[in-house]
């Protein structure tokens, strides 16, 4: 080339990108791969503190406020509240039992019915004290990641100690403090949360460190599912029984919810507490609220008595339903409640009949209202036996008179099949069985802690006892409407016309005679109610 003068000029490879792309390229992987880390380490910080929030308790601490709740709050259940009192007086002045060697109790179990004023005692303590109060519900305790409900236990007892003396409250126990044995078949899972937490809560409220002046207060339903090491002396040392009220407590707890509900001059607290047997706290505010409706509903001015009485036949039965029935069906219904009360009229150990309706309420088609002449903690056998055949007179009257069922009984046999299997399985009222349990406790099966051994032919001999004890009455009851026609024929006659009766109208129209105790009002609620 250079022989022949050929010029040769030597130039860079032209890639046709800028300098400072080509940059990025050399650096780009190593720039992405730091910023990737440093996501990395944030992201593991943010789940550490996302665990530790999972861990901390949820409890809430009581704060006195405008809605404070204190002991005059809480009614008709006097022997409770002195029982917490205590406690409240302890926490306020600890020396005066601590001289006479006296310890705080470290547990106190409320336990009772459904509505009996347990979280009520526990606002009340919390309202009353002058001690931190921490409140949450069992369930909050457990969640889905191993491990964080004995951490919130720990938190939880940790904030308490911290504020010690202080009054930790557990709603609802039965959801963490069930038997370590109630599993299928009497066993549970070796790594089960639910236990973890359990033996946290004991190790806390009676471990290594017993002096911590932290009173738990734990409320429960179903204390027969409780844990024994839960009910041992040390932790739940003192428990009580919250029972539905008396006629007494009744009356003191409407007047503790009609306070700011202005009454009219006829209404009697005492009456209405005589009409409501059996209903506990929650019931009766539910019912003076219903009443202060209805009255607010009609105009009124006050609250008055027959406000409280639609209001008590509202929650009992439901609302009245408009239902365009045939002549046929009101007739057969007429009959049906018809039966129902002369046969609560006219057998031994009935409850007294209140009233007799054939107006549509809920999901029946009418109604019988019977109940006792006072509160009744027990029952004899020819009363539980009266209860069967009062099931029974709906169906009967209607094979009497027109010679065939219908399905109005649905409930009625339900009702009567469910009290003669108690009689036999459960109350020893069989010759046949004897003074045996033989039926499984409520909420036990064929292979849960509970369960009652027996045979398949003690079992056959069950049926077959119910089925004696419900033919033997169906036939006294069958026997008793036709020797008593022309009082059924006048009651359901007077049911067709009316469609409502009260006790001194369904007696005398039947011709039975009948008279109450002077004190006692002729209506009473919740009633043994058959319906059609």
Do not use: C
């Not at 089925?467 to 036709?482: D, K, Q």
């Amino acid at each position: 080339l250079q022989d022949n003068k050929v010029v040769v000029n030597a130039e860079p490879l032209q890639t046709g990108l800028p300098w400072w792309q080509n940059l990025l390229l050399g650096f780009g992987p190593t720039i992405l791969f730091v910023l990737l880390l440093f996501f990395l380490v944030r992201r593991a910080g943010n789940v550490q503190n996302v665990l530790g929030s999972f861990g901390r308790s949820r409890a809430r601490r009581y704060q006195p406020s405008g809605d404070r709740v204190t002991f005059a709050d809480v009614a008709g259940i006097d022997e409770a509240k002195d029982e917490l009192t205590e406690v409240v007086d302890f926490l306020r002045h600890p020396e005066k039992y601590q001289q006479l060697g006296g310890r705080i109790p470290h547990g106190v179990l409320l336990s009772g019915p459904p509505g009996t004023g347990k979280t009520l005692l526990a606002r009340a303590v919390a309202g009353e004290a002058d001690a931190p109060f921490f409140s949450l519900a069992a369930s909050e305790f457990v969640e889905a990641i191993v491990g964080v409900g004995a951490s919130r236990v720990r938190d939880l007892f940790t904030q308490a100690k911290a504020d010690a003396p202080a009054i930790v409250f557990i709603d609802e126990l039965d959801a963490i403090g069930r038997s370590r044995t109630s599993g299928v078949a009497g066993f549970s899972g070796g790594n089960d949360e639910r236990e973890q937490t359990l033996n946290q809560i004991l190790t806390e409220m009676d471990g290594f460190d017993s002096s911590t002046k932290v009173i738990v207060i734990g409320a429960t339903n179903r204390p027969d599912v409780l844990d024994a090491a839960l009910l041992r002396p040390g932790r739940f040392d003192r428990r009580v029984a919250v029972q539905p009220p008396d006629r007494a407590g009744r009356e003191a707890i409407l007047k503790v919810h009609t306070r700011s509900v202005p009454l009219g001059p006829d209404v009697d607290l005492g009456r209405i507490a005589a009409t409501t047997p059996g209903m506990v706290g929650a019931d009766l505010a539910n019912l003076v609220n219903e009443a202060a409706l209805l009255a607010a509903r009609r105009d009124h001015k006050t609250v008055d008595e027959a406000d409280f009485t639609d209001a008590l036949e509202r929650i009992v039965l439901g609302a009245e339903r408009q239902v365009m029935m045939s002549q046929e069906d009101r007739r057969r219904t007429a009959y049906h409640e018809g039966g129902h009360a002369i046969v609560g009229m006219l057998t031994e150990g009935a409850d007294p009949v209140r009233k007799v309706s054939i107006i549509p309420r809920g999901m029946a088609l009418g109604v019988t209202f019977a109940a006792p002449e006072s509160d009744r903690f027990n029952y004899r056998e020819p009363e539980v036996i009266a209860r069967i055949k009062v099931a029974l007179g709906g169906r009967a009257a209607e094979e009497v008179v027109f010679g065939e069922t219908s399905t109005g009984a649905e409930s009625d046999i339900e009702q009567l099949t469910e009290i003669a299997r108690q009689m036999v399985g459960r109350w020893g009222m069989s010759a046949a069985i004897g003074p045996v349990a033989v039926l499984p406790r409520d909420g036990s099966g064929p292979f849960l802690p509970g369960a009652a051994e027996v045979s398949p032919e003690t079992r056959k001999l069950v049926d077959e006892e119910v089925r004696r004890i419900v033919e033997s009455s169906h036939e006294e009851v069958i026997a008793l409407l036709r020797e008593n026609r022309s009082k059924l024929d006048s009651l359901a006659t007077a049911l067709l016309e009316h469609e409502t009766l009260d006790e001194d109208d369904a007696y005398a129209t039947a011709g039975v005679e009948h008279s109450a105790p002077p004190d006692q009002p002729m209506y009473t609620g919740v009633p043994t109610a058959t319906r059609s």
